[in-house]
């Protein structure tokens, strides 16, 4: 098993950056694929990225390519989101979720949750 813990959340202006943490406890984290999504209020829940086990793979939805980027230190047991140009359509609870196996975009397919972040991008 593996518990997660996110951080880094705030309210930031249009145009700004956060970096978001993901801490995990649990001997091997390092097994685990790790995806991030958020949630408004209101809508449903939204796929942000999904790193691989070693971090040699990424993917990332049209929606924030070429402005989010996850990175993983897993000596550490952290996976990090990196959000550049924020929108206020960026706005929501963000969670990041660990499995093992093959990323998915789907959330329903990752057992392990952290409680959320929340992320306030003003305009």
């Known amino acids: 098993q593996v518990q997660l813990v996110e951080s880094g959340g705030g309210l930031v202006q249009a145009g700004g950056s956060l970096r978001l943490s993901c801490a995990a406890s649990?001997?091997?984290?390092?097994?685990?694929?790790v995806g991030w999504f958020r949630q408004a209020p209101g809508k449903e829940r939204e796929f942000v990225g999904v790193?691989?086990?070693?971090?040699?793979?990424?993917y990332y939805p049209d929606s924030v390519k070429g402005r989010f980027t996850i990175s993983r230190d897993n000596r550490k047991g952290t996976v990090y989101l990196q959000m550049n140009s924020l929108k206020p359509e960026d706005t929501g609870v963000y969670y990041c979720a660990a499995r093992v196996q093959y990323y998915s975009v789907y959330g329903s397919r990752y057992p392990y949750w952290g409680q959320g972040t929340q992320v306030t991008v003003s305009s």
């Open positions: 790193i691989n086990w070693n971090g040699g793979s990424t």
């Open positions: 649990g001997r091997t984290f390092s097994s685990y694929c």
